[in-house]
C-alpha cells in the first residue's frame, strides 16, 4: 500500500486549495481512506473520510462547509478540496487508508489507519 499526498503550497486566506492522494497497490472500493493534518506543534487531527463505498463522506464539525471530498476510484485518486482557506488551516496534510469490507458504507476520522502516506504542506498567509 502506498499513499502520496499532494497539491500543497502557499496560498492567501480566502483562497482554494485541492489536494490530491495517490493510493497505488489498493483498490479504493477496499478501503476507507482518510484525510488529517498536524499544525505545528500540535497533534494530528482527522478532518474527513470517505467510505469505501465511495457515498459515506464524513466531515469533522471545524471543517464542514468549506471541505469536500471525493475520489475517482479508476485512477485511484481521493481529493480534498479546501476553500476559504484560513491562516489556521497552515499545516501539514495527510492522507491514510485503512481496510474496510468491498464497497463498504462505513468510515470514521478516529478508526486506526495503518497505512499512511507522506504529507503535503499547505501555507496560507498573506
Known amino acids: 500500500v502506498q499513499l502520496q499526498a499532494s497539491g500543497g503550497g502557499l496560498v492567501q486566506p480566502g483562497e482554494s486549495l485541492r489536494l490530491s492522494c495517490a493510493a497505488s497497490?489498493?483498490?479504493?472500493?477496499?478501503?476507507?481512506i482518510g484525510w488529517f493534518y498536524q499544525a505545528s506543534g500540535k497533534e494530528r487531527e482527522g478532518i474527513s473520510c470517505?467510505?469505501?463505498?465511495?457515498?459515506?463522506?464524513n466531515y469533522v464539525d471545524s471543517v464542514k462547509g468549506r471541505i469536500t471530498i471525493s475520489r475517482d476510484t479508476r485512477k485511484g485518486m481521493v481529493y480534498l478540496q479546501i476553500n476559504s482557506l484560513k491562516p489556521e488551516d497552515t499545516a501539514i496534510y495527510y492522507c491514510?487508508?485503512?481496510?474496510?469490507?468491498?464497497?463498504?458504507?462505513?468510515?470514521?476520522?478516529?478508526?486506526?489507519?495503518?497505512?499512511w502516506g507522506q504529507g503535503t504542506l499547505v501555507t496560507v498567509s498573506s
Open positions: 491514510a487508508a485503512v481496510r474496510r469490507s468491498f464497497r463498504g458504507r462505513f468510515c470514521s476520522t478516529t478508526d486506526t489507519y495503518p497505512y
Open positions: 497497490g489498493i483498490s479504493l472500493e477496499d478501503y476507507a
Open positions: 470517505i467510505s469505501s463505498n465511495g457515498l459515506t463522506k
